[in-house]
């Protein structure tokens, strides 16, 4: 399984961006999926989470500006950040829990290779 994101980039504070998510390859089905951010000389954070029902959660720094969300079809996850700020500047990861097969017993964690976010003040 490969998780490819895309859509980081430099961004003026105040602006928007979304990133994409998409996984590949043995894929039986996807349960959570989630965004988490390292800034330099920080410890990565949970941003939100997606149920495979749709459920989300956020952290409270990043409430009412940022929204994740899902196409199962595609089995891609997104993130729209609106109203950025230079605190959101960070390498941005995703990070999914897929069962490989009918017969899986449990799924597995994966994690992409990140996609960078410059916010500017």
């Known amino acids: 399984v490969q998780l490819q994101a895309s859509g980081g980039g430099l961004v003026q504070a105040g602006g928007s961006l979304r990133l994409s998510c998409v996984a590949s390859g043995r894929i039986f089905s996807i349960n959570n999926m989630r965004w988490y951010r390292q800034a330099p000389g920080n410890q990565r954070e949970l941003v939100a989470t997606i149920s495979s029902g749709g459920s989300t959660n956020y952290a409270d720094s990043v409430k009412v500006r940022f929204t994740i969300s899902r196409d199962n079809a595609k089995n891609t996850v997104y993130l729209q950040m609106n109203s950025l700020k230079p605190d959101d500047t960070s390498v941005y990861y995703c990070?999914?829990?897929?069962?490989?097969?009918?017969?899986?017993?449990?799924?597995?964690?994966?994690w992409g290779k990140g996609t960078k976010v410059t916010v500017s003040s």
């Open positions: 990070n999914v829990d897929i069962r490989p097969s009918r017969s899986a017993k449990v799924d597995m964690n994966y």
